[in-house]
Nanobody
């Protein structure tokens, strides 16, 4: 069993910052990829950023230069530092881990950016 618990969401004004955290526990293979996906109202769930156990990162074009993903591999914890937030960033953000070819999801945390 793998558990993912997100935290750090909330309400922030446009231009502000938030830091999301995701703590993973359970049977996670040492080679894995963790990331953040988001789902805005009326939209499909989309990738925001991912990071592998070796530190390789991938960002959606919409967040490049504003968001930074990082992780503590030893503790299987992933972070998403979100700066210069826009109203378009409003969404439920979901933590994800891909380990041993299987996908696991957290419960999601709401991020609301007011304009």
């Amino acid at each position: 069993q793998v558990q993912l618990v997100e935290s750090g969401g909330g309400l922030v004004q446009a231009g502000g910052s938030l830091r999301l955290s995701c703590a993973a526990s359970g049977s996670i293979f040492s080679t894995n990829r963790m990331g953040w996906y988001r789902q805005a109202p009326g939209k499909q769930r989309e990738l925001a950023a991912t990071i592998t156990s070796s530190g390789s990162t991938n960002y959606a074009d919409s967040v490049k230069g504003r968001f930074t993903i990082s992780r503590d591999t030893t503790m299987n914890t992933v972070f998403l530092q979100m700066n210069s937030l826009k109203s378009e960033d409003t969404a439920v953000y979901y933590c994800n881990v891909n380990t041993a070819g299987r996908l696991y999801w957290g419960q999601g945390t709401q991020v609301t950016v007011s304009s």
